[in-house]
């Protein structure tokens, strides 16, 4: 039996991300793409994503990113917009938060975006407002009529 000399097989090599820690050059939007936000995660390599346009979109998410580059709800994306069908399209690039605070600071993103990492969309958390009567003298008096009828 030969000896193991290497530090592991072929499935070491798939979990490491060798770009992860190079620093890219900071991609704007072409004709045809717009700037969006990631407002629902969906499943199948698809996501719900409001654009700064102001119209939201049904994205697909391309295969060189499907499994690489995880997309989360809140990220900035950059989306290709398809001539046929304005209510889809497809994502080209996801935008990490130091990106979009640059993006930010050269005024292609609008002010009112949030790149914060844990920003939810949808329904605002509503404290559901219960009034705790303290008023014991009515409920002692029903009780002592309750029990008298014994």
Not at 37 to 51: F, T, Y
Request: with cysteine; glycine share 8%.
């Amino acid at each position: 039996m030969p000896k193991n000399k290497g530090k592991g097989g072929k499935n070491r090599r798939r979990g490491k991300n060798e770009n992860e820690a190079d620093k890219r050059e900071l991609v704007f939007k072409d004709d045809g793409q717009e700037y969006a936000q990631v407002v629902k995660m969906l499943g199948n390599g698809r996501l719900e994503a409001i654009c700064f346009d102001g119209v939201k979109r049904l994205c697909h998410i391309r295969g060189k990113l499907r499994k690489k580059v995880w997309i989360n709800q809140g990220d900035i994306i950059l989306i290709g917009l398809r001539d046929y069908q304005d209510a889809k399209a497809d994502v080209i690039l996801k935008y990490n938060p130091d990106e979009a605070r640059n993006l930010k600071s050269y005024g292609e993103l609008p002010e009112h975006a949030k790149i914060n990492d844990t920003v939810t969309f949808g329904e605002e958390e509503v404290d559901d407002i219960i009034d705790f009567n303290d008023d014991v003298s009515e409920d002692e008096d029903a009780i002592d009529n309750v029990s008298s009828n014994i």
